[in-house]
Every structure is written in structure tokens, then in C-alpha cells.
């Protein structure tokens, strides 16, 4: 349940919105272009893992749409439908991503540590 948001929205980061390009030393800079927080993710995953609630079918708890539903547990669906919908038309045009992967500077991250 909590699972399935977390893997779209890093699959559809991935795949769609960032396309395979980072600026991985910004992921390790708080004032880099990432930030400290993806408000817009966490908005995604939070409604994510809400949503399936009332169609999740577990011994600890059976959400209200299960029995209409004939027993069947789909909230891994409801969950992948929404947090991916949700997350891509949130930040389809607000991309961060450079336009090819940016790596970090090995001769300075080795210098870095000959002094370290």
C-alpha cells in the first residue's frame, strides 16, 4: 500500500518527466536545483496511498468498496492510476532535469578525499 506510490512516482520521474537526465551533485546540494523537497511528490504519494484505503482487502482492515467489489483487492491499482496521474500532470512542465545527465567531478571528489 505505501510501496506502490513510492515506485510510479519514482518510475514516472524516471521515465517521463526527467527522462533519464539528473544533475547528480544537486542531488547532495540543499540549495542545488532539487531542493530540499519535491512538495508536488509528496502531495502525489500522500493522495496516493489515501486513495486506497477504502478498496484495500487485508485480515487488519476491509475498505467499504472491497464487498461491491466481490472481495477483490484492487487498491494497488487505484493507487498506481492516481498517484500517476496526479504526479505527471503535476510536474509534467516543471521539470528540473538538465539536458543530459550531469556526473560528478571525479578528479575533485578524488582530491577531496587525498586531503580528507
Known sequence: ???TPWSIINLTDFYLISKDRFDIPAF???KGRY???NWRA???YGVGVVVQIPFLAQSFYTG???EK???ADISWIVGIVVTFLL???MLRNRSVAPSETIYPDVEALDAQ???G
Do not use: H, I, T
Open 1 to 3: 500500500m505505501v510501496f
Open 28 to 30: 547532495y546540494d540543499l
Open 35 to 37: 531542493g530540499k523537497w
Open 42 to 44: 509528496l502531495v502525489a
Open 64 to 66: 467499504p468498496m472491497v
Open 69 to 71: 467489489l466481490g472481495g
Open 87 to 89: 504526479y505527471f500532470f
Open 113 to 115: 578525499r587525498s586531503r
